[in-house]
């Protein structure tokens, strides 16, 4: 256990430990002081010296003790050869220095500083142009060169660690008065089962390949072993995106933990890069030092915004004269008051005529509180590239849009094999991670054999399959919606890890409202691999609301059901068959097309237009689907794949043409839907949205366009549109919808409060539609909106943040407002309260 010690007098400490169950150990201050006594008799002493708040290592900080003194080196230790009496003293510049009588030094014991709240802007003054500046503008020159995501090709061995812990924050509470004393120093960690001020919840290794060509990079991890059981999906949580290669992007795009959500506001931060084109308005530079390497100068620059902005970093920079390349980057998020702080080290090695990203750190730390405890929730993901090879080999990989993909017996291997193929050593800590999970279950025999029971069983279910020979048993086929309420259904499919170039799938399942069965299949045959290439025939009776638009979407191995979403306040459904056969492209990197034939039969089941009855519309049909995703990517493990896409833009179009095989009609239909984010150096970023469709020709009812009102479905899931009204009376032949929302963040309001953190948004919906005179509709009244529907957006979040349930909590709202000329529903207005977890 740790102990925070302050002014000690006479008082009784009272030790807060939030991890063990200590409340308090009266007469400790006797104890201290008489283990402090033997160290007055050494006359070399050693320490480590840290800042209070992120716990990371202060170097170059001055230690002085009456007329010696010392500086802490890069890692924050310290040693200091003489006798532990007179008043210790640790100052360094943007800290409060702290002293304290010698003999209560305990060797080994961890020093906290305080970040100074008082400081004073530096002035600083030049003889003409900043020196910095050139050296930054090389970089820039020379960026095309260095940036290892611009290279044709490379790989590399690979090793990975990932770590997540929690850091208990002790202080001693003085029981005369109750004012809490900040600690001065800290005495040094244990880790046993019984007292420790730090617990390890998560350490994954993964070793294996790391292949790069032409932007495309993929991770094969070959062994992977983690403290925790293997049942759970550790290596899936963790995206490759937390981490990226290269340090040379306009923006330092981070997400917490996932991707972001698009369809939302304030989940992501886009960091400005010191590097990028016109930051010399934004950030200062100051060129510190110069170092000599070899033949090569390493020129050290640091960097801060010119203002506590929000999107913005602060760090060092060492800069290569060879190439005038980054050789080493270490950064943090500039906002003080951000509660998740954010930490990059990346760290690159010249070889093969090239600079290759060697060693790279994201980590972030988030402070969890309660009354009785104080923590903070560290995360640490390492990734370690060594043995650069400039070209590829036929045969070391193939390119099937994963970025990481962990092979099946990866985690098989023990920790003793482990051992053999791991490039670097643990330290002493990260092997007690090890121990304590092989010593807390040694003397379990039961709830380890449970465990490794529940292995297979828990794999099965977290990637929703269950293989059964050469088949998966798909367990994800079920849904519930307003019209069902709930589906209950089951899948097969072949295995397309052990056949990749033939899939077969069916599904079904039952309403437990409609009383009524809904299937699906489908054959393929792929002719890649990553099945972007395929030819599949397919048949299957469904039921959808009708007008509805469904573009192209990402390519999974196992797909998940097509959601449905029907407005509680009132809807009207379909009941259709598809029979058809359709051929996949993929020409050219993100873009995948869709060519496809098919009868379809539609019937309306809740509604009747006078002229038509509920009578079975058939057509014949024919078109093309295309898709567009920057970047898109997804994750393998086993059968389960996580895709992302955090990139812009998103484009998607249908086009399509119908013949009536039992009727005259004939009709052609096209529809496109566009995402794009633009991001700001001071201002945030916009997300807009964009779709739209025109349909020629004399369509019936069911493939007009009516998908412009948005829904609430169970368990929180919503279809986008318009908040306010009722479009269930609209319908058109052509339609235009924009979505944007302007993201400020902290931007716009920039407070000093802690619990006032506010995060502003503002978006506008609006959408123009027309409804054909040529079409008829007896006995169902039908209307448009040529005039236009508008619907203003206000996003404010974290008003107030408090602490809940130990997690920073923010409370605000979501406020719309509909202004349009006509308008068809109960209110104008609508608020809706907002409560999330305030990372930034």
Same mark, same amino acid.
């Given at each position: 256990?740790?102990? %925070?010690?302050?002014?000690?007098?006479?008082?009784?400490?009272?030790?807060?430990?939030?991890?063990?169950?200590?409340?308090?150990?009266?007469?400790?201050?006797?104890?201290?002081?008489?283990?402090?006594?033997?160290?007055?008799?050494?006359?070399?002493?050693?320490?480590?010296?840290?800042?209070?708040?992120?716990?990371?290592?202060?170097?170059?900080?001055?230690?002085?003790?009456?007329?010696?003194?010392?500086?802490?080196?890069?890692?924050?230790?310290?040693?200091?050869?003489?006798?532990?009496?007179? #008043?210790?003293?640790?100052?360094?510049? %943007?800290?409060?220095?702290?002293?304290?009588?010698?003999?209560?030094?305990?060797?080994?014991?961890?020093?906290?500083?305080?970040?100074?709240?008082?400081?004073?802007?530096?002035?600083?003054?030049?003889?003409?142009?900043?020196?910095?500046?050139?050296?930054?503008?090389?970089?820039?020159?020379?960026?095309?060169?260095?940036?290892?995501?611009?290279?044709?090709?490379?790989?590399?061995?690979?090793?990975?660690?990932?770590?997540?812990?929690?850091?208990?924050?002790?202080?001693?509470?003085?029981?005369?008065?109750?004012?809490?004393?900040?600690?001065?120093?800290?005495?040094?960690?244990?880790?046993?089962?019984?007292?420790?001020?730090?617990?390890?919840?998560?350490?994954?290794?993964?070793?294996?390949?790391?292949?790069?060509?032409?932007?495309?990079?993929?991770?094969?991890?070959?062994?992977?072993?983690?403290?925790?059981?293997?049942?759970?999906?550790?290596?899936?949580?963790?995206?490759?995106?937390?981490?990226?290669?290269?340090?040379?992007?306009?923006?330092?795009?981070?997400?917490?933990?996932?991707?972001?959500?698009?369809?939302?506001?304030?989940?992501?931060?886009?960091?400005?890069?010191?590097?990028?084109?016109?930051?010399?308005?934004?950030?200062?530079?100051?060129?510190?030092?110069?170092?000599?390497?070899?033949?090569?100068?390493?020129?050290?620059?640091?960097?801060?915004?010119?203002?506590?902005?929000?999107?913005?970093?602060?760090?060092?920079?060492?800069?290569?004269?060879?190439?005038?390349?980054?050789?080493?980057?270490?950064?943090?998020?500039?906002?003080?008051?951000?509660?998740?702080?954010?930490?990059?080290?990346?760290?690159?090695?010249?070889?093969?005529?090239?600079?290759?990203?060697?060693?790279?750190?994201?980590?972030?730390?988030?402070?969890?509180?309660?009354?009785?405890?104080?923590?903070?929730?560290?995360?640490?993901?390492?990734?370690?590239?060594?043995?650069?090879?400039?070209?590829?080999?036929?045969?070391?990989?193939?390119?099937?849009?994963?970025?990481?993909?962990?092979?099946?017996?990866?985690?098989?291997?023990?920790?003793?094999?482990?051992?053999?193929?791991?490039?670097?050593?643990?330290?002493?800590?990260?092997?007690?991670?090890?121990?304590?999970?092989?010593?807390?279950?040694?003397?379990?025999?039961?709830?380890?054999?449970?465990?490794?029971?529940?292995?297979?069983?828990?794999?099965?279910?977290?990637?929703?399959?269950?293989?059964?020979?050469?088949?998966?048993?798909?367990?994800?086929?079920?849904?519930?919606?307003?019209?069902?309420?709930?589906?209950?259904?089951?899948?097969?499919?072949?295995?397309?890890?052990?056949?990749?170039?033939?899939?077969?799938?069916?599904?079904?399942?039952?309403?437990?409202?409609?009383?009524?069965?809904?299937?699906?299949?489908?054959?393929?045959?792929?002719?890649?691999?990553?099945?972007?290439?395929?030819?599949?025939?397919?048949?299957?009776?469904?039921?959808?609301?009708?007008?509805?638009?469904?573009?192209?979407?990402?390519?999974?191995?196992?797909?998940?059901?097509?959601?449905?979403?029907?407005?509680?306040?009132?809807?009207?459904?379909?009941?259709?068959?598809?029979?058809?056969?359709?051929?996949?492209?993929?020409?050219?990197?993100?873009?995948?097309?869709?060519?496809?034939?098919?009868?379809?039969?539609?019937?309306?089941?809740?509604?009747?237009?006078?002229?038509?009855?509920?009578?079975?519309?058939?057509?014949?049909?024919? %078109?093309?689907?295309?898709?567009?995703?920057?970047?898109?990517?997804?994750?393998?493990?086993?059968?389960?794949?996580?895709?992302?896409?955090?990139?812009?833009?998103?484009?998607?179009?249908?086009?399509?043409?119908?013949?009536?095989?039992?009727?005259?009609?004939?009709?052609?239909?096209?529809?496109?839907?566009?995402? $794009? #984010?633009?991001?700001?150096?001071?201002?945030?970023?916009?997300?807009?949205?964009?779709?739209?469709?025109?349909?020629?020709?004399?369509?019936?009812?069911?493939?007009?366009?009516?998908?412009? %009102?948005?829904?609430?479905?169970?368990?929180?899931?919503?279809?986008?549109?318009?908040?306010?009204?009722?479009?269930?009376?609209?319908?058109?032949?052509?339609?235009?919808?924009?979505?944007?929302?302007?993201?400020?963040?902290?931007?716009?309001?920039?407070?000093?409060?802690?619990?006032?953190?506010?995060?502003?948004?503002?978006?506008?919906?609006?959408?123009?539609?027309?409804?054909?005179?040529?079409?008829?509709?007896?006995?169902?009244?039908?209307?448009?909106?040529? $005039?236009?529907?508008?619907?203003?957006?206000?996003?404010?979040?974290?008003?107030?943040?408090?602490?809940?349930?130990?997690?920073?909590?923010?409370?605000?709202?979501?406020?719309?407002?509909?202004?349009? $000329?006509?308008?068809?529903?109960?209110?104008?207005?609508?608020?809706?309260?907002?409560?999330?977890?305030?990372?930034?």
């Amino acid at each position: 256990m740790s102990i %925070g010690c302050g002014n000690f007098g006479t008082y009784t400490f009272v030790i807060k430990s939030n991890l063990s169950n200590i409340a308090r150990l009266p007469l400790i201050g006797i104890f201290i002081l008489a283990c402090f006594q033997l160290i007055a008799q050494q006359s070399t002493f050693e320490g480590r010296i840290r800042d209070f708040e992120t716990d990371e290592p202060l170097p170059f900080v001055n230690i002085t003790l009456q007329n010696t003194g010392t500086q802490s080196d890069s890692l924050g230790h310290f040693s200091l050869a003489t006798r532990l009496t007179g #008043q210790l003293k640790f100052s360094i510049v %943007g800290y409060d220095s702290r002293s304290f009588d010698a003999q209560y030094f305990k060797n080994g014991s961890i020093v906290y500083l305080s970040k100074s709240k008082n400081e004073l802007d530096e002035v600083l003054v030049r003889p003409g142009e900043n020196p910095a500046w050139r050296i930054i503008r090389e970089v820039r020159r020379n960026e095309r060169n260095n940036n290892p995501l611009k290279y044709d090709e490379f790989k590399a061995l690979s090793y990975t660690k990932i770590r997540l812990r929690a850091d208990s924050l002790m202080y001693a509470d003085t029981s005369g008065n109750g004012e809490t004393l900040k600690g001065y120093f800290k005495l040094p960690k244990q880790d046993s089962l019984s007292q420790q001020d730090y617990l390890n919840l998560l350490m994954l290794e993964n070793e294996g390949n790391f292949y790069f060509k032409k932007g495309q990079q993929k991770e094969v991890v070959n062994h992977s072993i983690t403290n925790v059981p293997k049942f759970f999906p550790t290596n899936l949580i963790f995206t490759d995106e937390q981490n990226p290669i290269g340090f040379y992007q306009p923006f330092y795009k981070f997400f917490f933990l996932s991707a972001a959500n698009t369809d939302g506001v304030g989940v992501e931060r886009n960091y400005v890069n010191p590097i990028k084109n016109g930051t010399f308005s934004y950030y200062d530079f100051e060129l510190t030092d110069t170092l000599f390497q070899d033949k090569d100068s390493v020129f050290v620059i640091q960097f801060w915004p010119f203002k506590k902005t929000q999107e913005a970093l602060k760090g060092v920079l060492k800069i290569n004269s060879n190439g005038y390349a980054i050789q080493e980057i270490i950064a943090e998020n500039a906002d003080t008051l951000q509660p998740l702080n954010i930490r990059i080290e990346q760290q690159y090695v010249f070889g093969n005529s090239r600079w290759y990203p060697e060693k790279r750190t994201m980590s972030w730390q988030y402070p969890f509180e309660t009354q009785k405890a104080k923590m903070r929730v560290r995360f640490t993901h390492f990734q370690y590239l060594r043995n650069f090879e400039n070209e590829l080999k036929e045969g070391d990989v193939y390119f099937d849009g994963s970025t990481k993909s962990i092979t099946p017996k990866a985690d098989t291997i023990t920790f003793d094999q482990f051992r053999e193929v791991r490039p670097l050593i643990l330290n002493e800590e990260e092997k007690k991670v090890y121990q304590k999970t092989d010593n807390a279950f040694s003397n379990l025999p039961i709830i380890k054999k449970g465990i490794e029971l529940m292995e297979k069983p828990s794999k099965w279910i977290m990637q929703a399959s269950l293989p059964i020979g050469p088949f998966l048993l798909l367990l994800d086929q079920n849904q519930s919606n307003f019209h069902e309420l709930v589906r209950g259904g089951l899948g097969l499919q072949n295995n397309l890890l052990e056949n990749p170039r033939f899939g077969f799938r069916a599904s079904a399942g039952f309403g437990l409202r409609d009383q009524t069965f809904k299937y699906r299949t489908s054959a393929s045959w792929h002719i890649t691999k990553d099945r972007y290439n395929r030819l599949s025939v397919y048949h299957v009776k469904d039921i959808r609301p009708p007008g509805q638009v469904s573009f192209l979407g990402p390519n999974y191995s196992t797909p998940y059901p097509q959601s449905l979403f029907f407005d509680r306040r009132g809807y009207i459904v379909d009941s259709y068959k598809l029979t058809g056969t359709a051929l996949y492209v993929k020409p050219i990197r993100w873009t995948w097309f869709r060519f496809y034939t098919e009868k379809q039969d539609v019937e309306g089941l809740n509604y009747e237009i006078e002229e038509l009855g509920k009578s079975t519309q058939s057509y014949l049909h024919y %078109g093309v689907n295309m898709r567009f995703a920057r970047k898109e990517r997804f994750v393998r493990n086993g059968f389960f794949e996580n895709v992302v896409s955090n990139y812009f833009p998103i484009v998607a179009f249908n086009y399509g043409h119908f013949n009536g095989l039992n009727n005259s009609k004939s009709f052609q239909r096209f529809s496109f839907s566009i995402t $794009q #984010q633009f991001r700001w150096k001071k201002l945030g970023y916009d997300v807009i949205k964009i779709n739209g469709g025109q349909i020629w020709g004399d369509a019936p009812y069911n493939f007009l366009y009516n998908n412009l %009102g948005g829904s609430r479905g169970f368990f929180g899931f919503s279809k986008p549109g318009f908040i306010t009204g009722n479009f269930l009376n609209y319908a058109s032949n052509r339609y235009i919808f924009l979505d944007y929302v302007h993201y400020f963040g902290k931007n716009l309001i920039k407070s000093k409060v802690k619990w006032f953190q506010p995060q502003v948004g503002i978006g506008h919906r609006f959408s123009w539609s027309v409804l054909d005179s040529t079409t008829r509709f007896e006995g169902f009244e039908i209307d448009s909106f040529k $005039q236009g529907q508008f619907e203003l957006d206000l996003y404010l979040n974290n008003l107030i943040t408090i602490p809940l349930f130990g997690l920073q909590t923010g409370f605000g709202f979501n406020a719309a407002y509909n202004y349009s $000329q006509t308008f068809e529903g109960k209110r104008r207005w609508v608020i809706l309260p907002n409560v999330n977890l305030n990372v930034f």
